[in-house]
C-alpha cells in the first residue's frame, strides 16, 4: 500500500527556511518520481519541485527556481524540499505525490498517490 505522509509545515517569517518532508512507504523510491506540489486558498495546485528516479532529472517551478531544493535519502524512503528565502507568496498546503512515471510531469494529473498535505504560512 503506497503511503506518503508530509511534514515540516509551520510559520515562518518572511526570509524564513522550513523544510519539509515527505516519508514513503509500500513502493521503492529508485524506481518512481516524486513531486512536490501546493495549493493557495481559492488557487489551483500547482507543481513546485519534482525529482525523476528514471532519469535523474530536477524541475523547479519558475517562482521557487533558486530558492527551493529538492532531495532525497533512499535508505529513510523520505524526499524534502528545503525552502529558502521564503515569501508571503509561497503560504499554501504542500502535498507531496508519486507515480511509476519517466521524467518529471508536473501537471498534478499525473500521479496516482498523494500524501494529506502540511500547511507553510509565511507570514510577519
Known amino acids: 500500500q503506497v503511503q506518503l505522509v508530509e511534514s515540516g509545515g509551520g510559520l515562518v517569517q518572511p526570509g524564513g527556511s522550513l523544510r519539509l518532508s515527505c516519508a514513503t512507504s509500500g513502493f521503492t523510491l529508485d524506481y518512481y518520481t516524486i513531486g512536490w506540489f501546493r495549493q493557495a486558498p481559492g488557487k489551483e495546485r500547482e507543481g513546485v519541485s519534482c525529482?525523476?528516479?528514471?532519469?535523474?532529472?530536477?524541475y523547479y517551478a519558475d517562482s521557487v527556481k533558486g530558492r527551493f531544493t529538492i532531495s532525497r535519502d533512499n535508505a529513510k524512503n523520505t524526499v524534502y524540499l528545503q525552502m529558502n528565502s521564503l515569501k508571503p507568496d509561497d503560504t499554501a498546503v504542500y502535498y507531496c505525490?508519486?507515480?511509476?512515471?519517466?521524467?518529471?510531469?508536473?501537471?498534478?494529473?499525473?500521479?496516482?498517490?498523494w500524501g494529506q498535505g502540511t500547511q507553510v504560512t509565511v507570514s510577519s
Open positions: 505525490a508519486t507515480a511509476n512515471l519517466h521524467g518529471c510531469p508536473m501537471g498534478p494529473i499525473w500521479y496516482d498517490y
Open positions: 525529482f525523476s528516479s528514471s532519469d535523474g532529472s530536477t
